[in-house]
């Protein structure tokens, strides 16, 4: 679900700052959605029961959160594309500024 949701991001991103931070900052956008739905839930998770003591082997749970952060190593460039994605198609839609 995450790939909708980092070109869903960025094109949000494009549109609330609107020229402030660029497309950098739609990429980026991408990136912490990726953040917010893998690393916080997920690896929380496992670097909490790792903390409590209720780990199965000996580094079971950490090695799980170590996998976690080289996951969002491997798949941060693909979230950050998919912002750029959805910051490129914000630039192309035409905003009126009605207030």
Known sequence: MWPVSASW???VRWFTRCGVSGLRGAAIAGMAIMVVDHIIPK???FLAEHTLGKSTGELSYLM????VIA???MFSPIAA???LCGGLYGRRLRVSHVV
């Open 9 to 11: 991001c960025g094109l």
């Open 43 to 45: 690896g929380g998770m």
């Open 64 to 67: 799980a959160f170590a996998g």
């Open 71 to 73: 996951s969002f190593v």
């Open 81 to 83: 594309l998919l912002g």
